[in-house]
């Protein structure tokens, strides 16, 4: 049937390439990856989606503020950057 019909491609990003407890590049730092540009894949199921929405938070929350350098925050925190300030 063809890739017109197909659910899930596989390729992306080696997984040996990721850091995978903070999903950061391993050969270029403060670059981060999750999801579908991973190498990662699984049956169908919502696997991929379970992995694209894990992967992704875990990402993020290792990512640093750009403006701060902090740790990217837990529920109910702000950050000292106006940038992230809530209005």
């Given at each position: 049937?063809?890739?017109?019909?197909?659910e899930v491609t596989a390729g992306g990003v080696a997984l040996d390439e990721v850091n995978s407890s903070t999903m950061e590049s391993k050969l270029g730092p403060?670059?981060?990856?999750?999801?579908e540009i991973l190498d990662l894949d699984g049956p169908i199921g919502g696997y991929n989606f379970q992995a694209a929405w894990s992967t992704g938070f875990l990402?993020?929350?290792?990512?640093?503020c750009s403006s701060c350098r902090r740790l990217a925050l837990k529920a109910g925190e702000s950050c000292r950057s106006?940038?992230?300030r809530s209005a």
């Open positions: 049937r063809g890739f017109a019909k197909a403060g670059l981060y990856f999750a999801g990402a993020a929350s290792k990512t640093p106006r940038m992230w």
